[in-house]
Structure formats: structure tokens, C-alpha cells
């Protein structure tokens, strides 16, 4: 079973006093924390309107936007929650004995893995309460869960007294993920993309002033890549290598 966790205006809710005791606590030298704290001190914006510019108001949570520092700020938070709250036991799915996989992060794209409704409750029951302590939230709305192999059995995943929608199929980290645990879903999708991204220049493949040789080279680099991103993950068959080979087949004679 997999919880998909989508946390509400993530990067604008991360209490910051939390903060700088994480960045002590994973040894980041005091007076580097005495710069970043000086970074966020009396921080204030202001909004612009048709009108023009608001009164200037002050910032009190979140890291800032667009700074080269706050993914990695916002990175240590994250980590230390995950780290304080996907021990416990039971949690995860077995991965190399005594290890477990608990979870796959990417930024703030967290995704709980569990073997039973039970574990997977507890997980998020865990994530919600640490993620609460450094002001963050987890959205009821956004949030799916889902059973991969299995049909949906058990209990409804909950925060609080909202229930968590369960899926059939998510997309995450720009791949496609189904309940049955097929790839045939993703493989479309990757080449309806790459297809779209094929038309886009087809200009460029119409051109008779381009030679062929640079126009197979921009397939290769532009157009395959998005039909075969994250194909790593694919469970392959006959079927889906016989896809890809009939649509890159088809590009070639569109060029040629």
C-alpha cells in the first residue's frame, strides 16, 4: 500500500525557531546558523495590485522564495521529520533484512510504503503528529493513498476525522502509477508526451535545409528521452518493448 503525502503551502509554513535547532542538531556550525537566522530577521513583503503595492507586512514562517538557500533548508526539515517519525516497527516493506523501506521522497513528493492498512495508518498517523511540531500540514484533499496488487482491504486511511480518497491510479515524480502494478498506463502517457513534443517541431522535421543526420540527432535528445523517462521503473513485456519500438519507428519515417 502506498500513501501519496501532499503537505499544504509547504514551503511557506516551516516554523522557523524549529528550523535552526534542526540545523544545529545535524551539525551545521553555529555561526553558519547565525547567518541563515540573519537571512530571515524582520523578514516583510509586500503584495503588488492593479492599484499598486500594499502596506509591507511581516514574515514569520516558511523559507524564502526564489533564495538559492531554502531548498536546502526546507531538505533538513523534511529529513529530520521522516527520520523521527518512520521508525517504528512494523513500518515499511522489507527491503534487505533487517532494513525497511518506509518511504520515497523527493522534496516535499513523499510516498508512504506499507504492507497493510494498519502499518500504512500508523505511518501517516506518525508523519502527521512530527509534521505538526515544525508547523507543517498535511492535506486531507490533496493526499491519496492506494493498494498496488491487492484489491482495497481493511480500514480507510484517516487524519483526524478525514478520510483519505483511495485511487486506482497517481501520478508521481511525473510517472504514472496503477493499482495493478502495470506500466502498460505510464508507457502511454510517456508516449502520447513524447508524441506531442514531436509535433511541436515539426517544423524542423519538414525542413529540407536541416540533414537528416541533425534531425535523428534532435529525436534522440529531445523527443525519445520524454518516451522513455523513468522507463528504469517499468515492469517490461513483449508488449510494451513492442510500443515503444512501433512509435519510434514511426517518428524515423515521419524524418525520413
Known amino acids: 500500500m502506498i500513501n501519496f503525502v501532499d503537505f499544504k503551502k509547504v514551503f511557506d509554513s516551516v516554523h522557523r ?9 545535524y551539525g551545521i556550525p553555529d555561526q553558519f546558523v ?10 516583510s513583503c ?16 516558511g523559507v524564502r522564495q526564489g533564495c538559492i538557500l531554502s531548498p536546502f533548508l526546507f531538505l533538513l526539515t523534511i529529513d529530520f521529520v521522516l527520520r523521527k517519525t518512520m521508525g517504528g516497527v512494523g513500518f515499511g516493506i522489507p527491503r534487505c533484512e533487517p532494513n525497511r523501506l518506509t518511504d520515497l521522497d523527493f ?25 505538526s511540531k515544525v508547523s507543517l500540514r498535511i492535506s486531507t484533499d490533496k493526499t491519496k493513498v492506494m493498494w498496488v496488487g491487492y484489491a482495497a482491504a481493511g480500514s480507510p486511511i484517516t487524519i483526524g476525522q478525514s478520510r483519505i480518497e483511495e485511487v486506482q491510479k497517481f501520478t508521481y515524480l511525473g510517472s504514472t502509477i496503477t493499482s495493478n502494478g502495470d506500466a502498460d498506463h505510464d508507457v502511454a502517457c510517456r508516449i502520447g508526451k513524447a508524441g506531442a513534443v514531436f509535433r511541436q517541431l515539426s517544423l524542423i522535421w519538414t525542413t529540407q ?13 529531445i523527443v525519445i528521452p520524454m518516451a522513455i523517462y523513468a522507463c528504469e521503473t517499468w515492469k517490461t513485456n513483449a508488449k510494451i518493448e513492442r510500443r515503444i519500438n512501433v512509435a519510434q519507428q514511426w517518428w524515423l519515417q515521419r524524418i525520413l
Open 46 to 61: 509586500c503584495v503588488r495590485t492593479e492599484q499598486g503595492t500594499t502596506e509591507f507586512f511581516t514574515i514569520k514562517t
Open 209 to 221: 535545409t536541416i540533414s537528416t543526420a541533425i534531425k535523428i540527432r534532435l529525436l534522440n535528445t
Open 34 to 43: 547565525k547567518v541563515f537566522r540573519s537571512l530571515y530577521s524582520n523578514s
Open 17 to 25: 525557531d524549529s528550523l535552526w535547532k534542526i540545523a544545529r542538531s
Open 107 to 131: 522534496a516535499d513528493d513523499i510516498a508512504l510504503l506499507g504492507a497493510s492498512t494498519k502499518s500504512i495508518q500508523e505511518m501517516t498517523t506518525s508523519l502527521n503528529g512530527g509534521a
